[in-house]
C-alpha cells in the first residue's frame, strides 16, 4: 500500500507563487506516473500537470506556462512550482500515483490540499 501527502498549500495573492510537494512512502513500485489534480467546489476534479518516471510532462492548458512538475525518483517526491497564480486556480490540489503490475492498475491518493488566490 501506498501513502501520499501534500503539503505548500495556502492563501497567496494573484500574479504570486506556490510549490507543492508530495511525498509518497510505502510499497513504492519501480515505474509510475504521478500527477496532480485539482477541484474546485462545485467543479468536476481535473488533470493539472502528469510526470512520468522517465520524467515526461503534461500540462493542463490552462496552466501551461504557468506551472511545472518535477520529481525526485530516488526520494519518491513530486512537485509541482505555481507561479503566476490566478483566482480561476483557486482549488483542493490532490497528489495521484497511477502504475500497473501483473495486468492490474493501482490508483493511490493524497488527502489534498488548499490553494486559495484571492486578493
Known amino acids: 500500500q501506498v501513502q501520499l501527502v501534500e503539503s505548500g498549500g495556502g492563501l497567496v495573492q494573484p500574479g504570486g507563487s506556490l510549490r507543492l510537494s508530495c511525498a509518497a512512502s510505502g510499497n513504492i513500485f519501480s515505474a509510475y506516473t504521478m500527477d496532480w489534480y485539482r477541484q474546485a467546489p462545485g467543479k468536476q476534479r481535473e488533470l493539472v500537470a502528469g510526470i512520468t518516471s522517465g520524467g515526461m510532462t503534461n500540462y493542463a492548458d490552462s496552466v501551461k506556462g504557468r506551472f511545472t512538475i518535477s520529481r525526485d525518483n530516488a526520494k519518491n517526491t513530486v512537485a509541482l512550482q505555481m507561479n503566476s497564480l490566478k483566482p480561476e486556480d483557486t482549488a483542493v490540489y490532490y497528489c495521484?500515483?497511477?502504475?500497473?503490475?501483473?495486468?492490474?492498475?493501482?490508483?493511490?491518493w493524497g488527502q489534498g490540499t488548499q490553494v486559495t488566490v484571492s486578493s
Open positions: 495521484n500515483l497511477r502504475a500497473a503490475a501483473f495486468a492490474r492498475t493501482y490508483d493511490y
